[in-house]
């Protein structure tokens, strides 16, 4: 607990006295932290106003990353279910963000660079917004790294941006690095980035795809949807789950079935849920038809998570993996990645032990 509580900045716990605390100063922190609290407060209430069951727990989690008014029994079928990376900010919240910002800006006239430059300044805020959890601030700073490297007229390197986003976080506290959000985080977008390239099958040629009539297309279309969905889902969880086992003694063998099933409504469900938030400010009858169509598809979210949690090996105990066990896991993995990307092989360290050799025998 004392090295979880590093991980959030908070170095001593004080136990006093209701009777000997006293009030000295209100409002003594910084205006951008001030703005964004009152800004989430607002939002929260906004949802908390238009949807009345549970669900509004849900949507405030995945909008602005404030869980504390989710019960507790959706929360254990989303982590049994293997679907508690809706609940935290990640990549693809952020992405409908800069969607939904990029659309705003684009009605306004400004010029790119200042667009760029306000979408890094929301994005700054963004992260301050949501609580600064690990998830989001990788997204953001990965975000603002791409923003950056377009303003110089740079190409940007995914590897360099997720190299450059963990440096500034263990910058600010170097005790990030314990923290398990940002090792499934950055574990999971490395599996994306590393491993999804080399699971993505290889296009039909011309000559296959003409032949097919449209009706074959769309089939074809809808399957390559679901299977870019099980690569994705496939290339993150073979980097997280040593990291699982280890943290939660458990793993779940019906991840794709959840993923697959919630995938559909996911961005939907965000984009729609923005949208509501923004419209209750401006004209209340119409936010209210479409909270009432968000309510519908979180209720949709809820029940999916439930019906998976109770599906047999949704959740399955294994004993604490040695330490050896899971660097020898890992090693492995990154040898077949390398040797799928023709940077290292048999053939190729073969050879760099025979020159070796060699070399110390005319020495």
Known sequence: YKQYLKTKKIYGIVTVDKKDVKVVNKNNTNIIELLANKVRNSMKGK?????????????????????????????????NSSLSHILAISGMHVSY??????????????????SKMITIVILLFFIILTGKTASVERAC?????????????????????ISISILIILIINPYSILDIGLQLSYGGTLGIVLIYPILKKCKKSKKEKAKENKFQKLIQKIKEKILDII???????????????????????TFIIS???ISSIIGIIII??????????????????????????????????HLC???PFSKVYFPTPKIYVILIYYLFLIYIILAKRNIISVKKI?????????????L
């Open 309 to 311: 949690a109770k599906l």
């Open 97 to 114: 963000v800069m969607l939904g910002i990029t659309f705003l800006i684009s009605k306004m006239k400004f010029s790119k660079k200042m």
């Open 272 to 305: 729609l849920g923005f949208m509501s938030v923004f419209a209750s400010y401006i004209f209340m009858p119409l936010a209210k038809v479409m909270f009432f169509l968000t309510q519908i598809l979180l209720n949709i979210l809820a029940q999916t998570a």
């Open 47 to 79: 949802i908390e106003q238009n949807i009345t069951d549970a669900t509004s727990g849900l949507l405030s989690g995945m909008l602005i990353g404030d869980k504390s008014n989710l019960p507790k029994e959706i929360q254990e079928d989303f982590r």
């Open 231 to 253: 690569r994705l889902t496939v290339s993150a969880n073979l980097v997280i789950f040593p990291i699982i086992l280890y943290q939660y003694n458990t793993m779940s063998f």
């Open 141 to 161: 700073f990965m975000s603002v790294y791409a923003i950056l490297a377009s303003l110089l007229h740079k190409m940007a390197n995914v590897l360099a941006s």
């Open 350 to 362: 073969s050879k760099k032990i025979y020159l070796l050799k060699n070399w110390k025998t005319k």
């Open 259 to 261: 993923n697959l099933l």
